[in-house]
């Protein structure tokens, strides 16, 4: 198990030493990349290049990812253009390293832009449509359930309105049923602003830590809800991603997973509140997300 702190543990600089024989001598310090609400990912200079290792996370288990599933998910949406190229992968312990990304990482306000909005639910398009078959399954319904329950035996319970949310999702799972527009697809399952970078010629995705084979809709529901798009940020989203205006059953879909996308989120921060040693708020991410439900 990886040990991830505010330092470098003696664990990462193992990792680094293993790349630098695939990649060249280390040059200067390792260097978190804080920005998530977790640091599971670093900076390191490596024959004369920089680079970002990404690493699992010690409760990667806890949460269900597949290690396997990123690396995949990640260098397949490098091959298409839409991620950070992938240089190297080690199976023990799994990670992979991705050529530092030039440029910035956009905000909520850049990503509500309908040229933004545009260009990435093309991207989009182009990774769900790929036919990568990913080792991890993600079904949001039971992952919330099973997620509370782990959190609920260390202790933490959920806030008030859990129940009536758990409930309206499985109502929402009855209500889309077996919809061609919800086919299963490899996701992201993961879009929020630190993944998001434009390197200035365009927009590339990375933090691929979550992916699986999901409902397509869950990306454009999780992406909606991360930016907060109002009515006409869904319809240009919608447009762009299906090349085609959407009809008032595809306005309804995103906004039941939209829905869905902050119950996980909520389910997530109470999880590792329970369990995580990082020094940060994870029920204030939780009560925040449960409080946007409330809303919705």
Known sequence: MLRLGSHVSDDVTEIVAQLSALLGPRG????????????LAFKV???????????????????GIDPRSEQEAGARAAELGVAPPVVARLERPACFVTELVPGRPLDAEDLRRPAALAELAAALRTFHDCGLELPRRFDPYRWVEEQVKAASSRGVEPPEGYAVALAQANEIERTVGRHRDHRIAPCHANL???????????????GWRYAAMCDRFYDLGDLAASIELDDEGERLLLAAYFDEEPGSRRLAAIKLTRFLSDLVEAAWG??????????VDYSGHASEHFRRLGET
């Open 28 to 39: 200067g310090e390792i260097e978190p990349i804080l920005g998530a609400l977790t640091r």
């Open 270 to 279: 109470l999880v590792e509140s329970g369990f995580a040693k990082h020094d």
């Open 45 to 63: 200079r490596l024959g004369g290049s920089d680079y970002v290792v990404h690493l699992p996370g010690g409760e990667a288990g806890l949460l």
């Open 192 to 206: 929020r602003p630190p993944n998001l970078w434009h390197d200035g010629e365009r927009i590339l995705i990375d």
